[in-house]
C-alpha cells in the first residue's frame, strides 16, 4: 500500500479558547471577543475562518509594520459573515531586476506581509509580484490559516503556519532517509501552478469547502481582474493567482485532492511521499519499475502539464530543493536513500 504526507508537517491542535485568550490580552477592552460572540450563530467552519482572521490581524498588527483600524476589521467580518464581502482587483507590478533591492522588497512588504516576488516569465531581467488591496490582505492571510486547519485539522506545531517553513522542510527530508530502493524519482509540479484551469481548481475543491462564503471568496480570487499600467486587465483562466500563503495553501490542497488519490488509483503498490510540489516516489524491485509506467499521461490527466521528472539508481546522486532547504540524496550500495555530497555532477 502507498503513504503519503500532505505537507510533511508536524501539526498539533490550537483551541478557539487559545484564539480568544491572545485576542482578549491583546485588546484589553474585551472589542475583539464581543466580535466574535456576535457572530456565534454562524456555521461552525465560518467562525473558524472569523476566528483566523482576528488571529491574523493580532499577530500583523502586534509582529509587523502593517495596522488595520478594529472598526474596519469589523466591517470586513460582518461583511464576511452576511456574504457580503467582495475582494478588490490585484495590482500587478514589474519590477527590472537592477531596481530590485532588499529595501524595496521590505517597503513593500511593510504593507503587503505576505506576497511573492517571482522572476517573470515573459519579462526577462525582471521581477514581477501580486499585490492585494489592503482591506483584502488580513482576509488572504486568515484564509490561508483557515485552510490549513480545514485540510489538515490543525496547525504546525511550531506555530509557523507556512507550508514552506525550513524546520518542517529539514524533517520531511529526514524521513526519507533509510528507506531502501532500487531506483528513486522525484517529480517537480511547481509549474503546474500557473496552468491549473481555474475550473477545474474549483471543481477539485468544491466537494470539500462545504461552507459557501468559503468557496465564494475562492471563486471571487480566480475572477479577479489585474491592474497593470491604469489599465484593468481580466484574469487567464489558468492558474493560482501568486499572492503568498494562500496560493500555496490552495495549490497544496488541490495537490491533496486531485494528485495523491491519482497517484495512489493508478499505482497502488508504490509507496511515494510528497512535500507540497516535490514528490519522491520509491521503487522496490522490477515488478514496481515495469509497473510504473505512464506517470506523463497521468500528469496530463490531472491537469499537471509540467512535471519536471528525474531519477537515480544505485550510486547516483540527486539534488532537490524545497523552498528555502536544498538536498542531495545518493543510493548507497546497499539501496539506501542517504545524504550525499553537493556535487555539480547530480541531476
Known sequence: MYRRKKMGIVLHSLSVSNVLRSQNHYLSNGYGYCILKRFNSSLCTRQQLLEDIL??????????????????????????????????????????????????????????????????RRHRGSIEVLLPHKDDVVVYTGLARFLYRFSCGSLPLNDDYRILNRSSIEAFYKSLLGIRVQRLYSIELDESLNFIPKTHLLETLSPILHDKSVYRLISQLMELNILHQDMYHPPSPYGIPTLGEICRVLFNLYLAESFDPGFARKYPSIEFERYYDTVFIFI???????????????????????????????????????????????IAPDGTIERGEDRFDCI
Request: proline residues 4%.
Open 55 to 120: 488571529f491574523v490581524h493580532n499577530d500583523l498588527t502586534t509582529t509587523t509594520s502593517w495596522s488595520m483600524p478594529l472598526d474596519q476589521l469589523e466591517s470586513i467580518l460582518q461583511q464576511i459573515c452576511s456574504d457580503e464581502y467582495h475582494l478588490s482587483p490585484l495590482r500587478y507590478l514589474l519590477i527590472p531586476e537592477y531596481a530590485f533591492s532588499k529595501y524595496y522588497a521590505e517597503v513593500l512588504i511593510s504593507s503587503y506581509p505576505d506576497i511573492m516576488f517571482r522572476k517573470s
Open 284 to 330: 522496490k524491485d522490477n515488478e514496481q519499475e515495469k509497473a510504473f509506467f505512464g506517470i506523463e499521461d497521468l500528469l496530463v490527466d490531472l491537469e499537471l502539464v509540467n512535471g519536471y521528472i528525474k531519477s537515480i539508481d544505485t550510486l547516483g546522486c540527486m539534488y532537490s530543493r524545497i523552498g528555502p532547504v536544498k538536498k542531495v540524496f545518493r
